[in-house]
């Protein structure tokens, strides 16, 4: 079966930091590129790091550069996001993605061409 399991969410305060993971399974995590989006109520789907299969390339989103950092360990199927600085404008549901490098490298936010999504994990941000 086929998973991409988001965790670390919760409550914090601004200024603080989480760390969220996406522990893959059922699919051969080397070969994706991950993705991770978050999402608000009532607002789309906004793109917030990609990391490409090898870990050779990342790209961030405008509004989080400088605050969050994204790695994997393919040894253990995982993707990591550390949010440092969050702000209240970061609360969302988070989710990981999984997609081909190749089709993705040229817009890593174009969510259509991701063939494996999580469940997604709460992050709030108090003021």
């Known amino acids: 079966e086929v998973q991409l399991q988001a965790s670390g969410g919760g409550v914090v305060q601004g200024g603080g930091s989480l760390r969220l993971s996406c522990v893959a399974s059922?699919?051969?995590?080397?070969?994706?590129?991950i993705g991770w989006f978050r999402q608000a109520p009532g607002k789309g789907r906004e793109g917030v790091s990609f990391?490409?299969?090898?870990?050779?390339?990342?790209t961030y989103g405008d509004s989080v550069k400088g605050r969050f950092t994204i790695s994997r360990d393919n040894a253990k199927s995982t993707a990591h996001l550390q949010m440092n600085s969050l702000k209240p404008e970061d609360t969302a549901v988070y989710y990981c993605?999984?997609?081909?490098?190749?089709?993705?490298?040229?817009?890593?936010?174009?969510?259509?061409?991701?063939?494996?999504w999580g469940h997604g994990t709460q992050v709030t941000v108090s003021s």
């Open positions: 059922g699919f051969n995590f080397d070969d994706y590129a």
């Open positions: 993605a999984a997609g081909e490098t190749g089709i993705l490298l040229s817009n890593p936010w174009h969510t259509g061409e991701y063939t494996y």
């Open positions: 990391i490409s299969s090898s870990g050779g390339i990342i």
